[in-house]
């Protein structure tokens, strides 16, 4: 099965500190690093890494899009479908990671510029049973008929809302799964997924929306999927974590790469778990994403 990925590429702009600076005030950091970033690019390269034939669908500006373009590529990734704008600078991720945890402010840039005739053009060699990732990192409207549009071929859909955003009603009926963390969960449904009770809770709002599947990462908790009548807690993998940037992508990457393979989702969610365990014992996004090989479930 293809997997096609529609969403941001960005090149982040990484640097430790030890606190967030209050106004006006100067912080010196260390270990700067531009690393080739943005969810979207990251999903697809976790995909690629970890066994999966990923066609990224998205657009790269003027500063930074060669690079972004080989990067991508050069992990596997199928870039056919990414299209190159001159009139912008590709997408722009300014980290900061404090004690191992990230802070970022996202310039959209060039990831703006995706329109639904770029993804007609990309879903044309899509088939029934591929599957389709998104997040909200490019524009609402163009998610949304991405997504029409792979239901109308029979596609498996799923959408990290990321960042949280409010969304037309419409979209959460297209989704197949519906990934969001804690904080993204509670955007949407007033209930932040802690313990069992609040997590059917949330979960039960987000179907009452439409979702069919729910699947909440839980940070150093695992993940949980609510839906056709199952529930199901993975438990994360306990390692020392030096930079979570990635974390999340790895994980959503990684889940539907075992989904298209055939395993349950249950299966999905352990692999997606250890991966992801991996990820945030390395510092950058998609250098710290594991191959297949490491990946011990």
């Known amino acids: 099965m293809k997997i096609y990925v529609v969403g941001s590429l960005n090149m982040d702009l990484v640097i430790n500190a030890p606190f967030m600076p209050k106004s006006g005030m100067t912080v010196t950091g260390s270990g700067f690093m531009a690393n080739a970033g943005g969810k979207g690019a990251n999903q697809a390269v976790a995909v690629s890494k970890l066994g999966g034939a990923c066609y990224m669908v998205g657009c790269v500006g003027k500063e930074f899009g060669e690079e972004l373009l080989a990067t991508v590529r050069g992990y596997g990734v199928h870039t056919d479908h990414i299209a190159r704008v001159q009139d912008v600078s590709?997408?722009?991720?300014?980290?900061?990671v404090?004690?191992?945890?990230?802070?970022?402010?996202?310039?959209?840039?060039?990831?703006?510029?995706?329109t639904c005739d770029m993804i007609d053009k990309a879903l044309s060699s899509a088939r029934k049973g591929d599957y389709l990732i998104a997040q909200l990192e490019t524009e609402i409207s163009v998610v949304q008929y991405a997504f029409r549009r792979a239901k109308d071929i029979g596609m498996v859909t799923l959408l990290?809302?990321?960042?949280?955003?409010?969304?037309?009603?419409?979209?959460?009926s297209l989704c197949d799964y519906f990934a969001p963390n804690q904080t993204e969960a509670e955007f949407y449904t007033g209930v932040y997924p802690s313990g069992n009770d609040s997590i059917a809770a949330c979960a039960d709002r987000l179907k009452r929306l439409g979702v069919r599947g729910v699947l909440i990462t839980l940070g150093e908790e695992g993940s949980v999927f609510v839906g056709d009548g199952v529930f199901y807690k993975a438990e994360a993998r306990r390692v020392k974590a030096v930079d979570t940037t990635g974390a999340g992508d790895t994980y959503i990457g990684a889940f539907v790469t075992r989904l298209s393979e055939g395993a349950s989702v249950e299966q999905a969610m352990d692999f997606a778990s250890a991966a992801s365990a991996i990820t945030v014992t390395r510092r950058g996004a998609q250098q710290s994403i594991p191959v297949r090989e490491e990946v011990k479930n």
């Open 98 to 114: 404090i004690d191992g945890d990230n802070r970022i402010i996202l310039d959209r840039g060039a990831n703006g510029r995706l």
């Open 160 to 172: 990290n809302p990321a960042p949280a955003a409010k969304l037309p009603h419409e979209l959460f």
């Open 90 to 96: 590709s997408g722009i991720a300014m980290i900061t």
